[in-house]
């Protein structure tokens, strides 16, 4: 587990991997997006995309599973503040995706019992191209 404490900027970390299914493109999105593009291979490749991608809410919560089930267990209490949300390149049904974070602020906070870390995020594809990238703020508990 990491605490405020354990975490300077610099600070890097591997979040985890996660393989995207086509089937969990499509249940996903038919219950909160459902876009042609993520729903209807048809008429996904008369899309933009030229074929099924994955929706951001989707990403979004992959990069939060995996963040959950992160080994270092960042002891977090609150999330401030997503920003700089990017989606540079869509997300595919074959894809393994790739959750990198490093810390690039900190600051104390008048409470001794909590900081605040700021993590930018990189969610990538088995290429290497990002397929979101974020900047996260978080409240994070202090070893007491």
Same mark, same amino acid.
């Given at each position: 587990m990491l605490f405020f404490d354990d975490i300077p900027v610099g600070y890097k970390s591997h979040v985890g991997d996660y393989s995207l299914t086509k089937e969990e493109i499509v249940e996903i999105a038919e219950r909160w997006d459902p876009q042609p593009? !993520? $729903?209807?291979?048809?008429?996904? /490749?008369?899309? %933009?995309?030229?074929?099924?991608?994955?929706?951001?809410?989707?990403?979004?919560? $992959?990069?939060?599973?995996?963040?959950?089930? !992160?080994?270092?267990r960042i002891q977090t209490m609150a999330m401030l503040s997503k920003d700089g949300i990017k989606l540079p390149n869509p997300a595919r049904p074959g894809d393994v995706l790739r959750y990198d974070t490093e810390c690039i602020?900190?600051?104390?906070? /008048?409470?001794?019992?909590?900081? $605040? $870390? %700021?993590?930018?995020? %990189?969610?990538?594809?088995?290429?290497?191209?990002?397929?979101?990238?974020?900047?996260?703020t978080l409240m994070v508990a202090r070893r007491q």
């Open positions: 593009f !993520h $729903i209807d291979e048809t008429a996904a /490749k008369e899309s %933009v995309f030229g074929g099924l991608v994955a929706s951001s809410l989707h990403l979004f919560a $992959i990069c939060t599973r995996l963040f959950f089930d !992160h080994t270092d602020d900190r600051r104390e906070t /008048k409470n001794a019992n909590r900081g $605040i $870390i %700021v993590l930018s995020d %990189v969610l990538s594809n088995q290429e290497g191209a990002p397929v979101l990238t974020q900047t996260v």
